[in-house]
């Protein structure tokens, strides 16, 4: 990288941080973030990423793991008291975000035969701060799964999430996109309780093979799948331990950090309008309004009335007419 580069680079990242301090000021509590997607997407080397880019140092605040097992089990919060120390006294008041690492979400809880499956609900406890710290989500979705129910679960356990980051390998964007995964996410941040600000992260991007132009298509589809725009979605490779500084990197990530802070972002509960129940269908209106909606009987039915019709006319008429030639008959004798 030549000199110039550096300076510019430089300059960006300043700006940057400017324009994050100036929305975390703004901020009357850190934000809650919550990351998910499936097991191995990169969500802990996510966490340990975006807090090498704000700190300059690499740690293990995230527990990331290397193999088939599991490797972050429990609700993990890593606020700003486990990785923030500036030198700057101004800077130790700032709002940087909790991040809330989670059990990768494993795609054989995605099923159900009800309308929620074992990882909507628990996204849903989390969501809500209804989980204690360290809550044990693998013993959690075991106990779910066999149909057991909570014993309490109370509102207030931790702070509630305020934006959400869904986090997708690259390496898994050759495939179809988890639709059922993304599908939970998007009820849970979008339609039960809260509308909660959404944005994604594609992890591993060193690791991927695809062209620049269907990298583009991808990141369009997973967009419209989590409904989000595409200036909400971060393109990562995640830093791995002893990492050399890649400014701009550092900068990306702090963009992406502004928005995700941004004050005018706000996670809001929904307002449920109570609505009547119709009133209950007498038995034969119910199984007339059946017949009516198919096209056919339509036809038949109106047919049929129309007969029906007729015949009530004609009837009245020889009525009529009968009586009508009574009384002429009595007239005349
Ligand atoms: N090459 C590469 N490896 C990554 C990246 N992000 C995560 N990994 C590796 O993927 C594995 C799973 O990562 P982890 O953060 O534990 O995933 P999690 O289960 O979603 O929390 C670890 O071996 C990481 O080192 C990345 O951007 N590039
Ligand atoms: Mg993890």
């Known amino acids: 990288m030549d000199i110039i580069q550096r300076i510019e680079n430089l300059k960006m990242e300043d700006e940057a941080w400017e324009l994050l301090k100036s929305n975390l000021r703004d901020l009357e509590e850190p934000k809650n973030v ?5 097991f191995g997407a990169g969500k802990s080397s996510f966490i340990n990423t975006v807090i090498t880019a704000l700190t300059g140092k690499y740690d293990y605040y995230a527990d990331v793991g290397s193999g088939s097992r599991h490797s972050t089990t429990r609700v993990k919060r890593i606020s700003s008291i486990n990785y923030w120390r500036p030198k700057d006294e101004v800077d130790k008041e700032l709002k940087l975000p909790t991040f809330i690492d989670i059990i990768g979400l494993d795609p054989q809880l995605s099923t159900s035969e009800d309308d929620r499956t074992i ?6 406890l989390v969501i809500n701060g209804q989980l204690p710290e360290n809550a044990d989500l693998l013993d959690l979705g075991k106990n779910l799964r066999e149909g057991k129910q909570i014993k309490e679960s109370t509102d207030g356990k931790t702070p509630p999430v305020d934006a959400i980051i869904a986090v997708v390998s690259a390496e898994n964007l050759n495939g179809a996109i988890p639709q059922t995964l993304i599908d939970e996410i998007y009820m849970e941040a979008n339609m039960r309780k809260k509308q909660i600000p959404v944005f ?4 591993k991007i060193d690791k991927c093979d695809l062209s ?3 990298l583009e298509r991808k990141k369009n589809e997973l ?6 725009t595409p200036d909400k979605l971060l393109l ?3 830093y ?5 500084q890649d400014i701009e990197k550092d900068i990306d990530i702090l963009k992406f950090l502004i928005k995700v802070c941004s004050p005018h972002l706000q996670a809001v509960e929904l ?3 109570e609505c009547e129940a119709p009133p209950p269908i007498p038995a034969l209106a119910a199984l007339y309004n059946t017949i009516l909606d198919d096209r056919y009987t339509y036809i038949r039915v109106q047919a049929l009335k129309v007969a029906v019709a007729v015949l009530v006319v004609a009837f009245f008429l020889s009525l009529i007419m009968n009586l009508w030639y009574k009384m002429k008959s009595y007239t005349v004798s």
């Open 34 to 38: 919550l990351l998910v997607g499936s």
């Open 119 to 124: 990882n909507s609900q628990i996204l849903n």
């Open 200 to 203: 994604a992260v594609v992890t």
């Open 212 to 214: 620049q132009q269907n």
């Open 223 to 228: 967009c419209e799948a989590i409904n989000i």
């Open 236 to 238: 990562c490779s995640n």
């Open 240 to 244: 791995q331990p002893d990492p050399e």
């Open 271 to 273: 307002e449920k309008i």
